[in-house]
T-cell receptor, first 113, second 114 residues
Framework: AQSVSQHNHHVILSEAASLELGCNYSYGGTVNLFWYVQYPGQHLQLLLKYFSGDPLVKGIKGFEAEFIKSKFSFNLRKPSVQWSDTAEYFCAVKRDSGYALNFGKGTSLLVTP | DAGVIQSPRHEVTEMGQEVTLRCKPISGHDYLFWYRQTMMRGLELLIYFNNNVPIDDSGMPEDRFSAKMPNASFSTLKIQPSEPRDSAVYFC????????????FGPGTRLTVL
């Protein structure tokens, strides 16, 4: 079954620092990948998604992710983080059949002033 | 649109009691998903429905868990009897069946079983 792994469980950055969160997926075929964010006390919301085409995907709030097939990776990036980016970030992959998603365990990001 | 609605937002119960969690998906969405989030296991899919029919319940932990979707606007997740290890945040999400449409999540129900 398709799965994703997130390398970093906790990340602490200062405001204006650059961010890169790692995500690797397990399957070598066609993949549909997502990044979701969960702000403190809020529900999960979609940051961006990749289905096909341009491997550099731009999402909301200045986030982007690059799909690198040769590395089985879909890392999330932001050039300059803000305090308001403090949240939990989840990478997810659509399962082989149907529309369910398999999520990674999440990365908790704390941005300090 | 009000988004996905879940109730209750918090539930505290004692071991052995029955717990029922409720979800109202976004109108027009034909897929509904139940997830559980814990520190140890992260976010796990429990079950999902398409047009009110359960499609994949392989994530349901054991027979103590059951889920129903009697109509397009309502679903329940029941735990009977509840155990302390069931303590988690339970999320409901819905989507339109077009495969590249995103899943919209509800605010979750935080369940504590004492």
């Amino acid at each position: 079954a398709q799965s994703v792994s997130q390398h970093n469980h906790h990340v602490i950055l200062s405001e204006a620092a650059s961010l890169e969160l790692g995500c690797n997926y397990s399957y070598g075929g066609t993949v549909n990948l997502f990044w979701y964010v969960q702000y403190p006390g809020q529900h999960l919301q979609l940051l961006l998604k990749y289905f096909s085409g341009d491997p550099l995907v731009k999402g909301i709030k200045g986030f982007e992710a690059e799909f690198i097939k040769s590395k089985f990776s879909f890392n999330l990036r932001k050039p300059s983080v803000q305090w308001s980016d403090t949240a939990e970030y989840f990478c997810a992959v659509k399962r082989d059949s149907g529309y369910a998603l398999n999520f990674g365990k999440g990365t908790s990001l704390l941005v300090t002033p | 649109d009000a988004g996905v609605i879940q109730s209750p937002r918090h539930e505290v119960t004692e071991m052995g009691q029955e717990v029922t969690l409720r979800c109202k998906p976004i109108s027009g969405h034909d897929y509904l998903f139940w997830y559980r989030q814990t520190m140890m296991r992260g976010l796990e899919l429990l079950i999902y429905f398409n047009n009110n029919v359960p499609i994949d319940d392989s994530g349901m932990p054991e027979d103590r868990f059951s889920a129903k979707m009697p109509n397009a606007s309502f679903s329940t997740l029941k735990i009977q009897p509840s155990e302390p290890r069931d303590s988690a945040v339970y999320f409901c999400a819905s989507s339109i069946g077009f495969f590249y449409n995103e899943q919209f999540f509800g605010p979750g129900t935080r369940l504590t079983v004492l």
